[in-house]
């Protein structure tokens, strides 16, 4: 798939931009602090409907605008997806974030509404419309950060894939929220403990079909990724993608010694249904525990994944070169499984990373993603890239929010 068509009105340090886009790559080119961060993160929210860095959304609605009692940050775009029986169709997504601020106390509001051809939709119902594939420099965080990073990351490209996943784990944290509530009320003797049972009951729901969808596509991650990571490495490097859910259907046996060294528990055969019944019997099991502590301590709020490059952690124990391939196959393997997933190719986003990789693996990236229907790709030095892909591409010069 691919954008036709962008507006960007009031988003970071766009007052207003309206651009026709063409397909193939578009080079980025400006230098530090002139929007080019802000403009894939803007093509990436239309994917995810959040932004990969700003913490609330706030941050998105252009300072000078959002002084005045009614702001609106937006986006519009007009992409091509391939559909059914391969007739290409051309569809509008809309963003709007409004932000309205109280005259009395000046607090303010901001709400999100989306529209896909017109039509106001829930964000659980919008993705998965529009894809997108993002790589920053700091992607090598889901290796080496915490596992809410982790988390993030499975959520954000299951949710783009999977239909019915954003609204299961929305479903989902809800549910662990009111039950965390129920859990401190028992607590402190204002409600019943048999309340519990209800909740037990739609956590479980929820929490087996995201235990079961991550199950199924960590396998179908991995195996991509381990591919592509055979190959970057030269045959060298066994990548493996160990997930770890807090609630384990099949949980390995006990080790006697804490070795760096694993093999990943395949749970490929488990069904949706058993894993439900697992899960439903360890909430009940823990409800004293539960009680005690005030918060659910298991299922796939908690879950991990780990990344193992033969058999070593490479959070933890991996060299920086390992985990930048990993990563960098990781990536890729996103690419490939959305592919796979949807029939078509997501809109790629690569923000700087060049810079990052030495020329081997810089060329390797560039030529796996070369088939691609549209890349962005912004840099501060054209240098980087051959005179022969800048030919090749649009160049565009990005300045202070404006493209020139
Ligand atoms: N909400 C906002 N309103 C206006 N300007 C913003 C907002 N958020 C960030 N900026 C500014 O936008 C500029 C562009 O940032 P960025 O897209 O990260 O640039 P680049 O990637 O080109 O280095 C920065 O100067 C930043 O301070
Ligand atoms: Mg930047």
């Given amino acids: 798939m691919y954008l036709t068509r962008l507006s960007l009105t009031n988003w970071r340090n766009f007052a207003r931009l309206d651009i026709e886009m063409p397909k193939g790559p578009i080079l980025l080119v400006g230098e530090n602090a002139q929007g080019k961060t802000s403009f894939l993160e803007a093509?990436?929210?239309?994917?995810?409907?959040?932004?990969?860095?700003a913490g609330s959304d706030r941050e998105l609605v252009n300072f000078i605008a959002s002084r005045e009692p009614l702001a609106v940050a937006r986006l519009i775009a007009d992409f091509k997806r391939d559909e059914k029986f391969r007739t290409e169709n051309s569809h509008r997504l809309e963003i709007r974030l409004i932000q309205e601020t109280n005259g009395i106390n000046g607090q303010s509001r901001l709400r999100k509404e989306i529209l896909v051809d017109g039509l106001k939709r829930k964000a659980s119902e919008a993705i998965g419309l529009f894809n997108a594939v993002i790589f920053l420099p700091q992607t090598l965080r889901i290796i080496e950060g915490s596992p809410e990073e982790r988390r993030r990351y499975l959520n954000l490209t299951l949710a783009q894939v999977l239909p019915g996943y954003a609204a299961t784990?929305?479903?989902?944290?809800?549910?662990i929220t009111q039950r965390n509530a129920l859990l401190k009320q028992i607590n402190d003797g204002s409600a019943d403990p048999r309340q519990l049972e209800f909740w037990d009951e739609h956590l479980a729901g929820a929490g087996s079909r995201l235990i079961?969808?991550?199950?199924?596509a960590i396998r179908e991650l991995e195996r991509l990724a381990a591919n592509i990571n055979?190959?970057?490495?030269?045959?060298?490097?066994?990548?493996?993608?160990?997930?770890?859910?807090?609630?384990?259907?099949?949980?390995?046996?006990?080790?006697?010694?804490?070795?760096?060294?694993?093999?990943?528990?395949?749970?490929?055969?488990?069904?949706?249904?058993?894993?439900?019944?697992?899960?439903?019997e360890n909430l009940t099991r823990l409800h004293s525990e539960e009680i005690n502590r005030g918060v659910t301590t298991i299922g796939p709020h908690r879950d991990e994944l780990r990344f193992?490059?033969?058999?070593?952690?490479?959070?933890?124990?991996?060299?920086?070169?390992?985990?930048?391939?990993?990563?960098?196959?990781?990536?890729?393997?996103?690419?490939e499984w959305m592919r796979e997933k949807t029939g078509?190719?997501?809109v790629l986003l690569l923000d700087e990373v060049?810079?990052?990789?030495?020329?081997?693996?810089?060329?390797?990236?560039?030529?796996?993603?070369?088939?691609?229907?549209?890349?962005?790709l912004s840099t501060t030095d054209l240098d980087l890239f051959s005179s022969e892909f800048v030919e090749n591409s649009n160049v565009w010069q990005i300045e202070a929010g404006r493209l020139k």
């Fill in 308 to 335: 193992l490059g033969n058999r070593v952690d490479l959070g933890t124990y991996g060299s920086r070169g390992q985990a930048r391939t990993a990563i960098l196959s990781l990536k890729l393997a996103e690419v």
């Fill in 43 to 53: 093509v990436y929210f239309l994917a995810t409907f959040i932004s990969f860095q």
């Fill in 169 to 175: 784990l929305s479903e989902y944290n809800q549910l």
């Fill in 230 to 280: 055979l190959q970057l490495t030269r045959g060298s490097e066994v990548l493996r993608l160990d997930y770890l859910p807090a609630y384990d259907p099949l949980p390995q046996p006990e080790k006697q010694f804490a070795l760096p060294v694993d093999t990943p528990v395949d749970r490929s055969g488990l069904s949706e249904e058993k894993i439900r019944q697992g899960f439903l």
């Fill in 344 to 346: 078509q190719w997501p």
């Fill in 354 to 376: 060049l810079a990052e990789l030495d020329s081997q693996r810089r060329m390797d990236l560039l030529n796996r993603l070369a088939d691609s229907e549209q890349t962005l």
């Fill in 212 to 216: 079961y969808a991550r199950i199924q």
